[in-house]
């Protein structure tokens, strides 16, 4: 199974939520908010064979976004192929600082230096900005966690190569089941957003991503375990890229 986006830093217990999820088979992308978080966790996820850190500046800590914590990405990037949560808010959460979270998303992008990275990205109310943006200063495709926008952005997105992640929550409503039907199925991989999906009164764990798999199963007409490994194999052409940078370096 592939959990590609879950804060485990954010849970109450981090280090038993990581480790259910080794211990059920997930491979889990773990996001971090802020650089100084990143390297805070990890030492405490080296020891996993299946959870990946995420060097991440989050939107919704623009107000945090110091020039220490700025040389901090640029330093702790050479330590990850993975990047989150990054992008951009302008919800009414955030669109006080829209600037500031412009100025960061750049910065990430073109830190990457057009480098093969697993990039997923935050973008409520920003998406035509983020596909924009991406556009400018990013080759590669980049993962839509838990898109909410438009079916025009969509096309556009899917016409640039890009990937969505889908968890338990999106599959839920109308316009969720709509639009997963909109993405072809060689363009999905599956998250949690653990722990701000819920599932009934608890907090989504890794291994949630279950429901999901089952949920488009049901939309492409496949069995479950189809379902499953059409998703592993959208998540491996995405990293394959970083594979073979590494080998040869």
């Known amino acids: 199974m592939l959990d590609a ?14 480790l259910a999820a080794e211990r059920a088979g997930v491979f889990t992308v773990l996001v971090t ?21 995420a060097l991440g500046l989050h939107p919704l800590t623009a107000g945090q976004h110091t020039a220490r914590q700025i040389e901090l990405f640029r330093v702790l990037l050479r330590n990850t192929s993975f990047i989150g949560e990054v992008g ?9 600082t829209r600037d500031k979270q412009l100025e960061s998303f750049q910065f990430v992008l073109q830190s990457l230096e057009n480098r093969p990275k697993f990039v997923t990205v935050h973008s409520r109310q920003a998406e035509m900005t983020v596909l924009e943006i991406v556009r400018q200063e990013y080759r590669g495709p ?21 990937y969505f992640s889908i968890n338990p929550a999106m599959t839920k409503s109308k316009k969720g089941a709509s639009m997963l039907a909109r993405i072809p199925p060689e363009r999905v991989l599956t998250e949690s957003d653990g722990p701000f999906v819920k599932i009934g009164t608890r907090d989504a764990v890794p ?43």
């Not at 986006?5 to 990581?18: E, F, R, V």
């Not at 279950?210 to 990293?239: C, G, P, Q, S």
Request: charged share 25%; hydrophobic share 45%; with cysteine.
């Open 5 to 18: 986006h879950c804060h485990i830093d954010l849970y109450p217990n981090p280090s038993q939520t990581a």
């Open 33 to 53: 908010n802020l650089p100084s978080s990143f390297k805070v966790a990890l030492p405490n996820v080296q020891q996993f064979k299946r959870l990946r850190l």
């Open 88 to 96: 951009l808010d302008f919800s009414r959460e955030g669109f006080s």
């Open 142 to 162: 980049i993962v839509w966690h838990w898109y909410t926008g438009t079916n025009k952005v969509l096309d556009l997105a899917l016409e640039a190569g890009h």
């Open 207 to 249: 291994s949630d991503v279950e429901l999901a798999e089952r949920a488009l199963a049901e939309i492409w007409k496949v069995d479950h375990d189809a379902a499953r490994k059409m998703i592993m194999a959208n998540f491996h052409r995405i990293i394959e890229p970083i594979r073979l940078i590494k080998a040869d370096a």
